[in-house]
């Protein structure tokens, strides 16, 4: 975990290379989607609307390739050195979700500069901050521990890309990033209701933007983020041993 | 061979066996190697040295049979046995991207060493392997054979009774060799430390361990002290031709596609 951690310090290109897709969205997409008015997004303009879903997004995209790196450490024998200490199995899994969700509250202040920069009205009472970065953590636990369970399953890097590609558009547009639930048809948001990534963005859309809606409740959200990251942590300390054999 | 009262055994495996699908990479190996002794595991690719390896150090559970590692069951208390055994994968598994020094943090954490005594034995550890002056560079800067060194040390931070090393030479120009060598002489000298090692290399097999045992296909072919191996196939029998006899014929025997792949990755590593 504090590896993970000095080396983001060591070498931030990282960084500043995601850092770039979530401009994009926001400046591009966002402004040309806003000129549109297509999609009622109800008082709050466009712009706003998205800010928490390409928050989401940009946590999402940064963790789901988690894996990549666990296969990497697993071809450098990494992996091995790790199982054959007496490191608890649950510790190893456990710490790389928090490594992630470090990176998650990076991708977080960055896009508050981004959304900041371009005259988004975000919340700035430091309770709803320090609940965002809460949400970042979490979401970034989340889809990282997802990413290291697909690794654990197809335990190469060619496998892994091509189904991490597979898997994350879907994640994305079947969700309430860019779009309300209800201009869904009806089997798309029923995808999106299970879609954990949903009640991140919904926490987030409430914490993040004055005036934003939260739909679900907060607790509600945080209950589904909190059982979705326990199941996927329990099947992870399951597989993760696996790796070395 | 001669049965060793049990509690001075380091390493005891019976009928040890892994198969995996149709193929049976492991076949009711029998081992016993006394405390103290640096043994050997030699064998052609994907005769199973690094399957018998696994098993040991608790990566991979066993088909059927069982083993006790440090007086411990591996299957029963992988936790103890873990904690009694240091491990060298065959890959080189030290961060690049770390300093010397942050690697044996890692491990010294890892093994849940004392807060108060993480420093000392870090500078023991890079004492005894040479490795004091580089401590503070990236790892990515160092020589093949410091970074085997750094591994050594990350291995032997919590004194362990027992060291693992697969193919610990693999790779190293000659001098690099020897330096390793002389580390592990020393360690089974200061510290009484159990080593076992797999190695293709002949000179390593004669002239750093006390007893072997040739793996072929799976299965242990014969077990002895290096000299009494070649003396028991006449005079002036080289370890080449003690290799050739009990290992089914020399290398040329092919290893997986993926064994080859990582044994080159790792020499290229090396550089």
Known sequence: MEVELIKLVRDPTELISRAVQPVLWLVVFGQVLAQVRGIHTGHLSYLAFITPGILAQSILFSSIFYGIAIIWERDLGVVHKLLASPARRSSLVFGKAVAAGFRGIVQTLVIYLIALAMQVSIRLDPLAIVAVLGCAMLGSGIFATFSLIIACIVKTRERFMGIGQLLTMPMFFASNAIYPLDIMPGWLRVIAQINPLTYLIDALRGLVITGGENIYGYGVDFAVMLTVFAVLLLVAVRLYPTLAE | ?271
């Open chain 2, 1 to 271: 061979m001669n049965t060793i009262a049990s509690d001075r055994l380091a390493i005891k495996a019976s009928e040890l066996t892994r198969q995996f699908g149709r193929l049976t990479a492991v076949d009711h190996v029998e081992l016993q190697v006394p405390y103290g002794e640096i043994f050997g595991l030699l064998g052609a690719n994907g005769a199973g040295k690094s399957t018998v390896i696994k098993m040991l150090t608790t990566l991979l559970p066993p088909t059927s049979g069982s083993a006790e590692v440090g007086g411990f069951d591996i299957i029963k208390s992988p936790g103890e046995v873990r904690r009694c055994i240091g491990y060298v994968s065959q890959l080189l598994s030290a961060d690049g991207a770390l300093t010397g020094y942050e690697n044996l943090l890692l491990s010294a954490k890892l093994y849940g060493l004392p807060k108060a005594e993480r420093s000392v034995r870090i500078a023991d550890a890079l004492d005894f392997m040479g490795l004091a002056d580089s401590a503070r560079k990236l790892v990515k800067t160092y020589s093949g054979g410091m970074i085997r060194r750094l591994e050594l040390a990350q291995a032997m931070l919590h004194r362990p009774a027992i060291l693992f090393l697969d193919e610990p030479t693999i790779g190293l120009d000659p001098v690099a060799r020897h330096t390793v060598w002389d580390r592990l002489l020393d360690l089974r000298r200061d510290y009484g430390m159990t080593v076992l090692i797999t190695t293709h290399d002949m000179e390593e097999a004669e002239t750093l361990c006390d007893r072997l045992a040739i793996l072929h296909r799976g299965r242990v072919s014969v077990v002895g002290k290096p000299a009494e191996l070649r003396s028991g196939l006449g005079a002036g029998a080289t370890m080449n031709d003690v290799f050739a006899h009990y290992a089914g014929g020399l290398i040329h025997e092919s290893g997986a596609f993926s064994e080859v792949a990582q044994t080159r990755r790792t020499v290229r590593r090396l550089g």
